[in-house]
Nanobody, 124 residues
Framework: QVQLVESGGGLVQAGGSLRLSCAASGRTFSNYGMGWFRQAPGQEREFVAAIDWSGTTTHYADSVQGRFTISRDNAKSTLYLQMNSLKPEDTAVYYC?????????????????WGQGTLVTVSS
């Protein structure tokens, strides 16, 4: 069993930055790929960014490419999402997710473990 706990969400003005963290416990963090997803009110959960077990390979949604950076610290069992140049359309609950394999993936159904989410609100 894996437990994932997100933190770092909050209210920020457009153009600002936030850094989300996801603390993992219960399994060897470095053994699996991780991702960030988000869900806005009334919308389906969507892919934001993903990273493989080593941090070597990353993938981003087109909507965040160049503004967001996913990273991980395997020694601290923590996943990060640095979000810059935030826009009102980035407002959503952000979820950390873990796979049971080492690779990165952009599909919700390929993730076995999920955190409870952290709310990010970007005001215009």
């Amino acid at each position: 069993q894996v437990q994932l706990v997100e933190s770092g969400g909050g209210l920020v003005q457009a153009g600002g930055s936030l850094r989300l963290s996801c603390a993992a416990s219960g399994r060897t963090f470095s053994n699996y790929g991780m991702g960030w997803f988000r869900q806005a009110p009334g919308q389906e959960r969507e892919f934001v960014a993903a990273i493989d077990w080593s941090g070597t390979t990353t993938h981003y949604a087109d909507s965040v490419q160049g503004r967001f950076t996913i990273s991980r610290d395997n020694a601290k069992s923590t996943l990060y999402l640095q979000m810059n140049s935030l826009k009102p359309e980035d407002t959503a609950v952000y979820y950390c997710a873990g796979r049971i394999t080492r690779t990165a993936a952009a599909t919700v159904s390929l993730y076995a473990y999920w955190g409870q989410g952290t709310l990010v609100t970007v005001s215009s």
